[in-house]
């Protein structure tokens, strides 16, 4: 297992000026143009144009903020305006947004079209066992809001956004202490590749 803490995490600002992105993880560790799959918080303050991924599919889902409308070219519009909600569209399609209500902050699942790659996200409430999956493959548990504590790290609570990340080379079956206690939300992550 891997802890990883939000308050580590450098933004890095968007070339549009409109928001910034903390990276959480990339596959492989230290990809950055050429990732198999990237997990990040996006913080969109401005609306505007999405960066364009060529052959890549987007999971994002809204854990702060009112809400947004995209403009997915050829597709359509898409009102993303339920916060927890996975939402998935190609992340090569010209995409404009329009903010609701002021800033959100988004999860961002990005992974590789094709059979190698691919990236399940799931929002579920209350205690959550968490462990290495059974084949293959890297999954993340990422607290949503405060009170998360992993009983094997009790004397130091999660920070929303902190992130528990297990591989298929961690050893051993889930150990129960890996049980992360809490009332909020989480986002688990399962993410294929090779």
Avoid at 1 to 25: L, Q
Avoid at 133 to 155: D, E, N
């Amino acid at each position: 297992m891997k802890f990883s803490r939000a308050a580590d995490r450098t933004p890095v600002p968007w070339k549009n000026g409109g928001g910034v992105t903390r990276e959480i993880a990339a596959w492989p560790p230290g990809a950055t143009g050429d990732f198999g799959w990237r997990v990040s918080l996006a913080e969109v303050a401005a609306d505007g144009p999405f960066s364009a991924f060529p052959g890549v599919e987007r999971v994002l889902t809204m854990v702060e903020g009112e809400g947004m409308d995209l403009a997915l070219e050829g597709i359509g519009p898409r009102r993303v305006d339920a916060r927890f909600v996975p939402v998935r569209f190609p992340g090569d399609v010209p995409t404009g947004c329009r903010l609701l209500g002021g800033p959100v902050v988004n999860l961002n699942v990005m992974h590789r079209r094709g059979p190698a790659y691919g990236a399940e996200v799931e929002v579920v409430q209350g205690d959550v066992t968490i462990g290495p999956p059974l084949s293959g493959g890297t999954v993340i548990a990422l607290p949503l809001g405060p009170g998360a504590v992993l009983p094997r790290r009790a004397s130091t609570p999660l920070e929303p956004y902190d992130a528990l990340l297990f591989t298929h080379s961690d050893p051993g079956p889930c150990d129960p202490r890996d049980r992360l206690r809490t009332t909020g939300r989480t986002a688990v992550i399962t993410l294929r590749h090779p």
